[in-house]
């Protein structure tokens, strides 16, 4: 074991919390259990006007709010198709067979092919412009949505939605990442993606009162759903493009001092992020080559065909339970709700115990054993009802686990940028599948298969976490090249030897 560093006598509060906060997040924790010697990083010294929680608090009041508002209004405008089914769309449209379900999956052919072209713009053209742009586009088709006739109609807004959206979801991981350090990342990461079980609830909520408007100005309910959510979505949009935040070397709401310290301390924990070059093919070939990448692609591949799934078609389930309309988007409600708080509590815990696995696994099995219910229990409504619930949380507390621990895992602006979009880009090709999974009313099918690739993701979650333990004990063994640069190590970015993953 190598000899313990001199202990510095105790500093002002502020010191102390400071020093803590750049302790490598494998230092303390996860390192001595993976046999790795703990290393501890040039101090890194905050601005004397502030301290390191009153300056995390100012990126989250600056940061936080805007990414949740954004993708709130995403998913509230790729899932309402849901509620409007409930309302008469497929009735009104003419669709028969299996169109709905075709309207569903052509949402996801350029969702999935630009995820990292969107990446890619988002950092050259920058998170402000970019985002607020596609939500601008977005919210228009979701107006547009409303004012179809017939099938073609809908086909053409589902697939513009979803050119629109692609860089929405990749884009707001990718830009958190480059603010937090990984063992504060996960309750920000979790609060964020819960703005889809938020965008469930809300949207249940706003259905049953839209839905109310049927007939309204000659217009039906389902249409009413899409006009006036689209249309604030394009408000929200304008709105962002002067106020939504950027990259920590483009914040003006930043003293210099202060941004200084922030990169420091991101330097400290992730090494340098490379973020004065562009990214080129080259680095997305090599990103693709590393075997974690696609581990962490089949992670969320497996848990997005059940979360789509249930976003999609746990209106026409509370449904098939017997209530009307109107009561089918209120009982849509307490799942989302549930779901949320669940999810808060899960990631508090994980940035606690700076720990992801078991984070991940311990809600996969909650959803499980909802879908073992569903399989078995049919003539009792409550049970069904609280599956539902135990569906709803587990799934949606462990897929902001699963991408925050695998985009912080991830290295430098290029590694990540490709990374997360891959994750993305290649998980929802689930989508596609979760859009066929409950056909004909034949829900006992539709149970199997989220079953089933869940715990694919499962499997995936269990091999990557081998996989990086492995790694760790591979980097404790390894010395650093004589001579080697900073630049050299941002080049490598989390393949670099001083970087160590968190499990």
């Known amino acids: 074991m190598a000899s313990q560093p001199q202990v510095p006598p105790p500093g002002p509060p502020h010191q102390d919390e400071e020093k803590a906060a750049h302790r490598h997040h494998t230092g303390s924790s996860s390192s001595s259990s993976l046999g790795i010697t703990p290393t501890a990083p040039a101090p890194v010294t905050c601005p004397s006007h502030t301290t390191p929680r009153r300056l ?32 008469g769309l497929e009735t009104d449209l003419g669709l028969s067979g299996t169109q709905f379900n075709t309207a569903l999956t052509i949402f996801f052919v350029p969702y999935i ?10 950092k050259k053209i920058s998170p402000r412009i970019w985002l607020s742009g596609c939500c601008i586009g977005f919210g228009f088709i ?30 707001c991981f990718y830009l958190l990442g480059m603010w937090y350090r990984r063992e504060e990342a996960q309750k920000r990461f979790s609060l964020f993606f819960s703005s889809t079980s938020l965008a469930g609830a809300f949207g249940g909520l706003l259905a049953s009162g839209l839905g109310s408007m049927d007939y309204m100005r000659g217009y039906r309910g389902w249409r009413w759903i899409f006009l006036i959510e689209g249309a604030a979505t394009v408000v929200i949009g304008a709105i962002f493009l002067f106020t939504f935040p950027g990259f920590v070397e483009e914040a003006k709401w930043l003293r210099d001092d202060e941004r200084d310290y922030i990169k420091a301390r991101l330097h400290a924990d992730q090494g340098h992020s490379a973020a004065e070059r562009s990214i080129t093919l080259k680095d997305v070939g090599k990103v693709m080559s590393d075997y974690k990448v696609w581990l962490g692609g089949f992670m969320y591949f497996g848990i997005i065909v059940p979360a789509y799934s249930y976003a999609y078609f746990s209106p026409t389930i509370v449904q098939s339970y017997g209530y009307d309309k109107i009561q089918t988007q209120l009982h849509s409600v307490p799942p989302w709700a549930v779901a949320f708080v669940f999810a808060m509590v899960i990631a508090t815990a994980s ?8 984070f991940t696994v311990l809600p996969i099995c909650i959803s499980i054993s909802g879908f073992a219910i569903l399989l078995n229990v049919h003539d009792n409504l409550p049970v069904q009802y609280a599956a539902l619930v135990l569906i709803c949380m587990g799934m949606y507390s462990a897929m902001p686990i699963q991408v925050c621990w695998f985009n912080m895992n991830l290295g430098g602006h290029h590694r990540r940028a490709v990374g997360s979009a891959w994750q993305i880009g290649f998980g929802n090709i689930g989508g596609i599948i979760a859009t066929y999974s409950f056909v004909g009313g034949d ?14 993701s499962a499997l995936s979650c269990i091999i990557y976490a081998v996989s ?3 790694e760790n004990r591979k980097k404790a063994n390894q010395t ?7 630049q050299e190590k941002a080049e490598l970015g989390d393949l670099n030897p001083d970087f160590k993953y968190m499990l």
């Open 56 to 87: 995390t608090t100012k990126i989250d009041l600056h940061l936080v709010p805007f990414v949740i508002i954004l993708y709130l209004m995403a998913f509230l405008d790729r899932v309402n198709i849901a509620n409007a089914r409930a309302f």
């Open 113 to 122: 092919l630009f995820e990292i072209p969107s990446n890619i713009l988002l």
């Open 142 to 171: 979701t107006m547009m949505q409303g004012l179809v006739q017939n099938y073609a109609g809908i086909l053409t807004t589902r697939f513009l939605l979803g050119l629109f959206e692609c860089g929405m979801f990749p884009g």
């Open 351 to 358: 940035d606690w115990l700076k720990h992801r696995f078991l």
């Open 443 to 456: 829900f006992r099918k539709g149970y199997i298969i989220c079953v089933s690739f869940i715990c694919l």
């Open 468 to 470: 990086i333990m492995a």
């Open 480 to 486: 650093l090249p004589e001579g080697m640069t900073e």
